[in-house]
């Protein structure tokens, strides 16, 4: 309500010492002017608030009680943080920037700025139900269409059973990312690796590493097999539907089985487990045991060999940042293996029982293949350079300020320049923001290099 002569809204007090008009009528028209009683204009005290609320010629109704505003020019703090017994809100990561308040390394990438013991029970109960119903769909598809007869589904050198086979494993992918999305409210690149992505540039160098070593350890195990008494009886039918088939998906299947064990399982393990050191080795051991039953190995020795494969995929994931060096581990194995399957048919059977001296010799080939291709993964690292580190924006310290070219600047952070970097402001700089007030925008401009963003793993190590 603003009523004539009232400049805006109610400070509570006179602005420079005058009282504020109210579009009543002058003393002179008043009904009780000139009367002794009536009280007199100079010994009104001014009055600072709104209008008149009275009907049109009664006296004004001050009222009563009413709090007093901010100064002109005074600063709002911020909002409360919470009350006692109450937990304070969560801080709010701003758009595009990282959810971790220190350098995360793999494992340890759930653990964000809003982590919850349960969200990982939530993701791997909502992966459960939709693989079930997903993979069964696939099977369904394929029963209706006709492309997979084999109802068993254990001729893998069948072009169409392996098709049908790693298409119920590649509908994993989307499932992973459903549950980094859901349950965590997080980006689902950061399924992938520490830069939140998947890095692309990381698969040639590994590859050709695979190859040396574990592809040398896959021909010498089949060159042994193919001396004793095992017939060869490929090449197999369809032998060109099969190797397209193997080129096509069996990348996508291996990624998959990736992206769930060291992945999801491996990071809910470590995010629970929580200590920097042993969350990892946990994880590895647990998720390898998984990974290893989950194939249903026929002897121990078969066991024993896929639960070093799972170790083995688990250490370069540690030692890179990310999936890229376990996905080419894993699909270089399996590209080799079904594609020697296809030429050379039962004499390269790799599903068969591992007994006795011969079976021994086969899992001591393929650990000492494995150990060397680990090896190599950690020597490279001086010159492949994987990020190790996930970038930071620590907001513990106050919320963000977002400058005009999209930065964000932590305020009540110490800050050696204008964009809130690591340091102190000098006395008297524009930027340095008092206490309890609502952030500044900060200038325009790069921002210049953050620690915090490692390359190499020397940034702070956050659990």
Known sequence: MTGAGWPGPW??????????????????????????????????????????????????????????????????????????????????????????????????????????????????????????????????????????????????????????????????????????????????????????????????????????????????????????????????????????????TTPLQSAAEEYVFRGYLSQAIAAWTRAPRAGPVVAAVSTAALFSSAHLPPDFLTFFDRFVFGLAASAVVSLTGGLEAAIVLHAVNNVLVFVIAGLLGDGADTDATLTGLEGLLVVGLDVLAMGAYVALVARSRSRVRPELRSPAVDLRRGLPAASPGGTQVPVGAPAADPMGHAGALPAGSPYAAPAGAWPRPAPPGPPPPDPRWSRTGDGDRGA
């Not at 009536?38 to 001014?46: F, G, I, K, L, S």
């Not at 990561?93 to 809003?114: C, E, I, K, V």
């Not at 590994?206 to 350890?217: I, N």
């Open 11 to 248: 400070t509570g007090r006179p602005v420079n010492g005058a009282g504020v008009a109210w579009g009543g009528l002058p003393y002179a028209a008043r009904p009780d002017a000139g009367r002794p009683d009536a009280v007199q204009p100079d010994a009104v005290q001014p009055y600072a608030g709104p209008p008149a609320t009275a009907r049109y010629g009664a006296p004004p109704q001050v009222p009563i009680g009413m709090p007093a505003g901010p100064p002109p020019g005074a600063v709002p703090g911020p909002p409360a943080t919470g009350t006692r017994g109450r937990r304070a809100p969560r801080p709010v990561t701003p758009p595009g920037a990282p959810p971790f308040d220190t350098p995360q390394s793999y494992p340890f990438l759930m653990r964000a700025r809003d982590w919850a013991w349960w969200r990982p029970v939530l993701g791997l109960l909502l992966f459960g139900v939709v693989y079930t119903v997903a993979s069964v769909v696939v099977v369904l598809v394929a029963l209706v269409t006709g492309i997979g007869p084999d109802l068993a589904f254990v001729d893998l050198t069948d072009p169409w059973v392996l098709l049908v086979t790693n298409s119920s494993l590649i509908v994993a992918i989307p499932i992973v990312w459903l549950c980094w999305a859901v349950p965590h409210g997080l980006r689902i690149g950061w399924s992938s690796s520490v830069l939140g992505r998947l890095r692309w540039r990381l698969f040639l160098p590994y590859t050709w590493r695979a190859l040396a070593t574990l592809g040398a350890g896959i021909a010498i195990s089949v060159g042994l097999s193919l001396l004793t008494d095992e017939p060869i009886t490929g090449p197999v039918p369809a032998l060109g539907w099969l190797l397209l088939v193997v080129v096509l």
